[in-house]
């Protein structure tokens, strides 16, 4: 609104070379928020677009039955690609206290999504793959059985 503003107070100005001085710089910045827009948006969608892959070969390991998707990363996304309730963990330090939850509330199958691989496998892990995750990241994807 302002930028608008100053544009329609420059072409009511009757000093061409003012009015020349004030709209290079103008068009310019213009132009810069423009292409970081632009840049900042096809990063977000290849971001996007990585979770989704991800979340989707989640869905094709459920076999249909209620699950949670706990991850580091993406939680809602990877959970709405898959079918599964998204669920945020913080780290892999609460990844004990999120499946004993889920298994109280009766929950057959947990997907861990995770940066960094666990130093131990969590009882009922009945499958453990490396993904590649949004940007440059790895993801290790556990599938726990309860």
Avoid: M, N
Avoid at 17 to 45: D, F, I, M
């Amino acid at each position: 609104v302002p930028i608008g503003s100053g544009l329609v107070a420059l072409g009511r100005d009757r000093h061409p070379a003012l009015r020349a001085v004030l709209l290079v710089p103008a068009a310019a910045w213009l132009l810069w928020q423009g292409s970081l827009a632009v840049r900042l948006e096809s990063g977000a969608a290849r971001e996007r677009a990585a979770v989704q892959d991800v979340g989707r070969g989640i869905g094709s390991l459920t076999d249909g039955r209620p699950c949670v998707v706990a991850s580091v990363v993406g939680a809602p996304q990877l959970g709405l690609a898959s079918g599964c309730r998204g669920r945020s963990i913080v780290d892999v330090g609460s990844v004990d206290a999120t499946l004993r939850e889920e298994a109280h509330r009766g929950i057959e199958r947990v997907f861990l999504v995770l940066e960094t691989p666990l130093d131990r496998i969590p009882p009922g892990t009945s499958e453990r793959r490396s993904v590649k995750g949004p940007g440059t990241r790895s993801l290790t994807i556990y599938r726990v059985d309860g």
